[in-house]
């Protein structure tokens, strides 16, 4: 069976990417010394440090699989909530940054492969509508069903935790890794068996089994047929991201189509 080619935007050091199987991943990563830890992590990888929105733009069409993680701060709930509004860090107004939903919007019209853009919850209602699991969203052309057998972070206090503990939780050995703020890359990273649901939910035939998956008792939601809405009536249509995870609220992403409650 030939490997599926797989774009991996904002790479990062590769946590959505640690257990994939049967891939042949281009990595895209700015910075030189995160990227130079995701290749020692993953030598088989091919890694690019640039800028992953250009890339995007210049090669989609090279690939099977496009997994994007663009950068998540203008956008996040914790930072603008406990930051800004409360004051505990010293955070100050951002843009939200819209190159998320030009991903998004291109993604749905120009690639014929399996996409998939995740992001933090955000702070405003999503101008999109995403799935939610865990703390994260995905906006994707394909189902990702809420599986509530995913613990949520505990972004409160993940300060605390030394960085020890953070290399145990997301299984990364950063002990020799330099020019790197390791506390905000290990936080920065997505669960990696989060990474592989979401990527087996794109080809269930391909990997069908997930690494300590989550128990039984883990609810699945029933998506039921979504409602059509073209883009210029998505303002409209804004959801609450407290409810993106009901099961009346999944998106069935069809041609040409942005689907939205």
Same mark, same amino acid.
């Given at each position: 069976?030939?490997?599926?080619?797989?774009?991996?935007?904002?790479?990062?050091?590769?946590?959505?990417?640690?257990?994939?199987?049967?891939?042949?991943?281009?990595?895209?990563?700015?910075?030189?010394?995160?990227?130079?830890?995701?290749?020692?992590?993953?030598?088989?990888?091919?890694?690019?440090?640039?800028?992953?929105?250009?890339?995007?733009?210049?090669?989609?069409?090279?690939?099977?699989?496009?997994?994007?993680?663009?950068?998540?701060?203008?956008?996040?709930?914790?930072?603008?909530?406990?930051?800004?509004?409360?004051?505990?860090?010293?955070?100050?107004?951002?843009?939200?940054?819209?190159?998320?939903?030009?991903?998004?919007?291109?993604?749905? @019209?120009?690639?014929?492969?399996?996409?998939? $853009?995740?992001?933090?919850? /955000?702070?405003? =209602?999503? !101008?999109?509508? %995403?799935?939610?699991?865990?703390?994260?969203?995905?906006?994707?052309?394909?189902?990702?069903?809420?599986?509530?057998?995913?613990?949520?972070?505990?972004?409160?206090?993940?300060?605390?935790?030394?960085?020890?503990?953070?290399?145990?939780?997301?299984?990364?050995?950063?002990?020799?890794?330099?020019?790197?703020?390791?506390?905000?890359?290990?936080?920065?990273?997505?669960?990696?068996?989060?990474?592989?649901?979401?990527?087996?939910?794109? @080809?269930?035939?391909?990997?069908?089994?997930? $690494?300590?998956?989550?128990? /039984?008792?883990? =609810?699945? !939601?029933?998506? %039921?047929?979504?409602?059509?809405?073209?883009?210029?009536?998505?303002?409209?249509?804004?959801?609450?991201?407290?409810?993106?995870?009901?099961?009346?609220?999944?998106?069935?992403?069809?041609?040409?189509?942005?689907?939205?409650?």
């Amino acid at each position: 069976m030939s490997k599926i080619k797989v774009l991996n935007l904002y790479a990062g050091i590769g946590g959505n990417r640690k257990l994939w199987k049967n891939v042949d991943v281009t990595a895209v990563e700015i910075d030189e010394n995160i990227a130079k830890v995701y290749q020692d992590h993953f030598p088989e990888d091919k890694v690019v440090i640039g800028d992953a929105h250009k890339y995007l733009l210049k090669h989609f069409k090279e690939f099977d699989f496009i997994w994007s993680s663009p950068p998540c701060p203008s956008h996040s709930q914790f930072r603008y909530r406990c930051g800004y509004r409360a004051g505990w860090y010293d955070d100050k107004p951002l843009f939200p940054d819209m190159k998320l939903y030009e991903e998004i919007i291109f993604l749905q @019209y120009y690639f014929e492969g399996k996409w998939v $853009v995740e992001n933090v919850e /955000s702070y405003y =209602k999503p !101008l999109i509508k %995403p799935y939610f699991v865990q703390r994260h969203f995905f906006w994707s052309n394909f189902v990702i069903p809420n599986n509530t057998g995913f613990k949520k972070d505990d972004i409160r206090n993940r300060e605390r935790k030394t960085i020890e503990e953070k290399q145990e939780q997301y299984g990364f050995d950063l002990t020799n890794s330099e020019g790197i703020e390791k506390r905000k890359v290990l936080n920065n990273c997505v669960d990696s068996k989060l990474g592989l649901y979401v990527f087996n939910c794109a @080809y269930k035939d391909v990997q069908q089994t997930i $690494v300590n998956p989550p128990t /039984s008792k883990s =609810k699945i !939601l029933t998506l %039921p047929k979504a409602k059509t809405i073209n883009m210029r009536d998505e303002a409209s249509a804004m959801p609450s991201p407290k409810d993106a995870s009901h099961p009346s609220h999944h998106p069935n992403i069809k041609s040409n189509k942005i689907n939205l409650l």
